[in-house]
């Protein structure tokens, strides 16, 4: 069951009457990105957007100086509305977070004036650093999401998905130690730290035939040795792995890890593997939010959305395993580019992401609407 049609028209309404409000703001954010845990103007604007228009907004918020909660009305059903606004290091707004963040503002605003006649209470949810360091699942762990009965956001995108699939993914962090000898004069003294990452390498390249398709192993070298006449007494690397399912993420991590271990043993090096930052799960949509939201970006001229395999990796994914969630994703450059690109950071900028920020608002309100109705 849906809305009658006047409600969504006037909650339509109120989000494009805040219409130039919302492309200010995403364009502010576009030309000041800010990276992960450092997102303190983006919070402090996209947080005064609220406060301005009657929210009661708690900033900084759950221990994070950049994350912050905004609430207005005190009805049985809640309703959060996820904003991200970190960019990437050198590419800036090149994921479009700044689109997501004036989205999620955009909705809020649009169901304000009707909170309490739906019986809503609308939080929306400040969440940094998903581009790395997993801040939604800081979050989660700081009881953000406490009674929390749906949450939303949507993502720019170079296709249109409304059944957004992502990865689980895991971080991990490796540190050889040696000893340092000189290689012509006493070599059988040292214990080389980069060859005990070379064959951790070698094993993880045999290892990967045996892994399904849809696991994965992909990391870089930061710091394997300062001259040739000297043996390493050091090493370090910083490794991702990917499956499609959080519940395979830890046998992958499990065999990632012995090979990590092996170069250690065959070396005689001692090795330090580490968790930089929480896992993120992979994305689970809600299936009553997901058809309320396709029949809502229907109604909007969306396009058609294609189906899709796992792709990305999303903080989202966490929340959707605790919270009934969606993510759509909203087609912003047609194919021709895609997130993490200097094209793509362009489009965040560009009338496609615009129309994608307002639709995205719009079918967030819309859908928050439906789910009161098919409640009551």
Known sequence: MTAPPSVKQAVRERVLAHRRELLALSRRLHAHPETAFEEHRAASWCAGALRRHGFTVTAPAYGLATAFDARLGNGPLTVALVCEYDALPGLGHACGHNLIAAAGIGAALGLAPYAEELGLTVRVIGAPAEERGAGKALLLEAGAFHGVDAAMMVHPCPVEVADFRSFALGTLSVRYTGRAAHPSLNPHEGRNAADALTLAQVAIGLLRQQLPPQWRVHGVTTAAGTAPNVIPDSASAEYEIRASAAEDLAELRARVEDCFRAGALATGCEVALTRPEPDYLDMRSDRRLLALWRANAAALGRPEPVESGPFACTDMGNVSHAVP????????????????????????????????????????????????????
């Not at 969630?325 to 194919?335: A, E, F, Q, R």
């Not at 362009?346 to 819309?366: I, K, S, T, Y």
């Open 325 to 376: 969630s969606i993510h759509p994703v909203l087609d912003i450059t047609g194919g021709v580019c895609a997130p993490h690109e200097p094209a793509f950071a362009e489009a965040a900028a560009g009338p496609e992401g615009e129309r994608a920020l307002l639709d995205g608002a719009v079918g967030m309100a819309w859908t928050a609407v439906d789910l009161t109705t098919a409640n009551g």
